[in-house]
Every structure is written in C-alpha cells, then in structure tokens.
C-alpha cells in the first residue's frame, strides 16, 4: 500500500547518539528491496543527509533544508529548490545584528557564520561538516540563501518566532527544528510541500506516502502524507496531527513503522 516513506533525521531516524541502529538499516534495506522509496526529510544541509543515506544504501532524491532542496543522493541532479528571496535575506541579517543573536545561513550547500564561536564550531561538529566565516554576510543576501537559522536560549527564540511569522507573513516560512534553532526558509518550502512534489515526480498518489517526525518543523510532513507518524518522542503538537505514534528514536520507532505497514509484520506492540 505504501510506496514512498520520508523520515525526518534527529530526533526519529537517529538514536541520541546521531547513530542509526543496524536493525533500522536493515529493515529499510528489505522495504527498498521490496520495491518502497524510502528517503530523508531533514532540516539538515544536504551534505550532511548524504552520509546517512550512504549508511542506508539509498540512491533516490533527498528532501533537505526543510524542504528548501530536494536534491539525489548520488549525482548533481536538483529536483526541487526555493531560495529565501534577497529582501528577506537582508532583513534575517539586520535582525540578527540588532537583537545581537547567533545567525548562520546556507548557501550552495555550504555553511556560513559571520563568526567563529561555540554555536558555529558545536553545529558544524555535530553535523559533521565545514564552515566558513564571512565577516559581512550581506555580500551573500543578493544570490538568496537555501535556509537561515537563529540560535540562542529556547523561551527568547519562542518570542522571536511570534514576531518573525508577524514581520514576514506569507514571505518566509519560520519554525522550530529543536528549542534552541529557530529556522527560516522559503516560504513555499517544507517538509510537506516538498514530499507532495516528490511524490508526484514518483508517479506516487499522497495516500501511499508515509512521513515520520518528531518536532515543529515535521508538521506538514505528517499532515501531508497518507499515513502521518509521530514518534513517542515528538513534542505533543505533532502527537495530535498524527495518524500514529510510534516508538521513540532510541527505541528503533521508524523500524517499528516500516515492519508494520510496509513489511506488514505485526509486532507485538
């Protein structure tokens, strides 16, 4: 029934410890044998979903940046992007100077900081890739950025959101990918918006589609899909859209959901 599963990164495919278990690769390995596409969905850069999908053995278009770039996982091949619009891009920046906060931005999959402190150094390690410094990020605004972020203490980032989405409106698209990241984007583009247009690159009716999360920033991928999963791990939002709440990320939950509605293994819970 369901031919085509997107599976958020942090939080839901990985344990706590940014690792896949050998259990869960295996089982996604048996679905994609069985003729399913399994993918990412991840706020993260491409650069970094790519690892992973290594670890998996999938080659098939990456949903990354929030849905900003749909790009294969093996080749150059861009399916789908949409940049955050120069005007914008400038004015992220200005709010970033004036409310003194931590800003980075992404650009022709490269990561950007206007400098080099913890937020920057702890980021790019966790993520595992590089970073570069460019003292004046206006001189990048004009080409229009693939995704921003603001970093800082969850309850200031909390009020930050309510006036952004206040400021830009329909203009930019502003969620919450953990309590201290606060994400900015394309407006047209997230996680559901960028499975519809997988799906229909695939030939794919959304009603066999499956899209697995566990915070903000994976809500239109649940809402979107036909089958939406939360984890049991996922903030309650995202609980009360889903069809289904799974095991948690550190008990191997997406496997859980692959067994059950696309191996069709019953499991004992």
Known sequence: MY???AIDMDGTLLTDDLEIPKDTIEVIQKAVANGTTVTIATGRMYASA???AKQLNIN???ITYQGALIQESEGDEVVYEKLIPADVSRKLIEIAEERDIHFQVYQDDLLFGAVENDHLVTY???VKVPYKVEPDLRKLADKGFTKAIYIGDPDYLEEMQTDLRQMFGTTAHITKSTPYFLEVTHPEANKGAALRHLAKVLDVDMSETIGIGDNY?????VEAAGLGVAMENAV???KNKADFITLSNNE?????????FVLNEELAK
């Open 124 to 126: 790019a390690d966790k």
């Open 60 to 62: 098939v278009p990456l």
């Open 236 to 238: 309650d939002a995202l």
């Open 252 to 260: 191997q939950g997406v496997k859980h959901v692959i067994e059950k």
């Open 217 to 221: 920033n994976d809500l239109e991928l």
């Open 3 to 5: 031919k085509l599963v």
């Open 50 to 52: 790519k690892q992973f």
